[in-house]
């Protein structure tokens, strides 16, 4: 039997496989500074344990995408290998807390294939549950990624694309159990916006700018154990001109924390209802992003709503100058600077929870 672990071609995958990824992750501490090292993260549940324990928590919980890119990074070396691009993302939800010394184990549902017209790639549809070491789901996603063939020529199954929901509905949103003192975020922040100050279509353009450099996203991508080949062989990176593509999952985090200005009092993430790495992102890159704000939902919680969101981060520009395509006539027609468009739907305090303490 062949030692040789080339990864799963395009050809290789079925509708319906199922796969228990390799080697369950334990995180620490030390991972944590190290996300914030490579991101500059505010977030103030993840900043300080005094933070986390005057909000109501006993530990202070991981960032949401710390838990989401090491996730992902299992399901790597059986789905994306040897992927083209990561394209999108749906129904993303963030089902409970993980905390440093939790371990995570992902599994992944093949459930769409769609071969390229060229015959040379095809998309893989797929859904992954993350559980931590008490078997508890803790995390599940559904992604499509551009995968390569192994055999141009190769026959492949009849394509099947799935139905992907436009954004998780309210009723499915992961419900925590938020107190009172989650209102006490202002005095951490030193900002007084909370739910009930948000508008649906306002804007925020974030002021901050965040370069991209080889040696950062190659640790960042290592840290998660991302082993696909786009991000660290120049030599088999022919789709960008020989240069390593910088890991999606990379600029998502980069694009949160740089969007804490404007957004300083969420609580946490709650679902990503849909995402696309519009274009590419190399390193020399300065990513910039702009929020609006599309939905604002009660959650029936006295202390706590929920604002839907949508980030575009954009390289080389001035947030200012970001773009938003509207998105009701199909996919949106993104320009060449555009390099990531997600939507997603965070917890934050309501006004109410600061009378009832």
């Not at 992944?108 to 797929?126: D, F, P």
């Not at 370069?211 to 082993?227: C, E, V």
Request: glycine letters at 8%.
């Amino acid at each position: 039997m062949s030692k040789n672990r080339s990864g799963n071609f395009f050809e290789d995958f079925r509708v319906g496989m199922k796969l228990r990824h390799a080697t369950p992750r334990t995180l620490t501490e030390g991972d944590r500074s190290l996300y914030i090292g490579l991101t500059g993260s505010r977030s103030v549940l993840g900043t300080a344990t005094t933070n986390a324990r005057q909000l109501g928590f006993d530990v202070r919980p991981l960032e949401d995408l710390l838990v989401f890119n090491t996730a992902f990074g299992k399901t790597v070396p059986d789905i994306s290998l040897n992927a083209v691009a990561n394209l999108g993302y749906a129904d993303v939800r963030f089902l409970a807390p993980v905390y440093p010394g939790d371990t995570l184990a992902v599994e992944t549902e093949v459930i769409g294939l769609k071969e390229n017209t060229s015959r040379r790639s095809g998309i893989v549809y797929v859904r992954s549950t993350a559980k931590n070491q008490h078997d508890e789901a803790v995390l599940t996603w559904v992604r499509w990624v551009m995968v390569h063939k192994r055999d141009v020529q190769a026959d492949c199954p009849q394509a099947h694309v799935p139905p992907l929901p436009e954004s998780v509905r309210v009723g499915s949103l992961p419900r925590h159990p938020f107190g009172p003192q989650v209102a006490q975020i202002t005095a951490l922040t030193g900002v007084a916006d909370l739910w009930d100050d948000y508008a649906v279509g306002e804007r925020i353009d974030h002021p901050g700018a965040m370069a991209l450099n080889d040696s950062d996203h190659s640790i960042a991508t290592r840290l998660y154990q991302n082993t696909a080949k786009a991000h660290f062989d120049a030599r088999a990176a022919s789709a960008s001109e020989g240069r390593r593509l910088v890991y999606g999952g990379h600029v998502m985090s980069i694009c949160k924390a740089l969007a804490y200005d404007g957004i300083e009092n969420a609580l946490t993430m709650l679902a990503i209802n849909a995402g696309s790495h519009v274009n590419p992102t190399l390193a020399g890159d300065t990513l910039v992003c702009a929020t609006t704000v599309t939905g604002k939902f009660d959650l029936g919680d006295d202390h706590v709503g929920a604002l839907r969101l949508r980030m575009i981060a954009a390289k080389n520009v001035e947030a200012a100058s970001i773009v938003f395509p509207d998105t009701g006539a199909g996919r949106p027609a993104h320009s060449t600077n555009i390099v990531l468009d997600l939507d997603y739907t965070i917890a934050m305090p309501k006004k109410s929870a600061t009378r009832s303490q």
